[in-house]
């Protein structure tokens, strides 16, 4: 029988839990995380898609170059290979869980292109 896994349990960065689905028997990972305004990561990639559900907040994602504005109740999938990053906008916290289909992730940073 499955046992629960408590959020805070999992191994965290200042900003986000991560669940590696091969340490728990699952075929797929995510991030629980919370970013105050102006927070986000360096722009990235992934060799798969990564899908953001926001549940409070705001955000901007920057995909290959194009920018896009979700808030709390959507969700914004972001193509495999993709070059993207995100920033926190509005004033409150913005909390999301990403999830990436696969049982250990894999990400790597890219210099931003200049503009």
């Given amino acids: 029988m499955p046992e629960p896994i408590r959020i805070a349990d999992l ?3 200042p900003v986000a ?3 590696e689905g091969k340490d728990h028997g699952a075929g797929v990972s995510f991030f629980v995380a919370e970013f105050r305004p102006g927070g986000g990561p360096k722009p990235h990639r992934h060799p798969y898609e990564e899908t953001f559900v926001v549940q ?3 955000v ?4 290959d170059g194009a920018r896009l504005d ?4 959507e969700i ?4 495999a290979g993709a070059v993207h990053r995100f920033t926190a906008t509005g004033e409150g916290t913005l909390r ?7 049982p250990a992730m894999e990400q790597e940073f890219v210099e931003p292109q200049p503009g």
């Fill in 56 to 58: 409070e907040g705001s």
């Fill in 96 to 102: 999301f869980v990403s999830i990436h289909p696969v």
């Fill in 70 to 73: 979700a808030h709390a109740g």
């Fill in 11 to 13: 191994p965290s960065a």
């Fill in 76 to 79: 914004v999938v972001v193509p």
């Fill in 60 to 63: 901007t994602f920057e995909v």
């Fill in 17 to 19: 839990a991560r669940f």
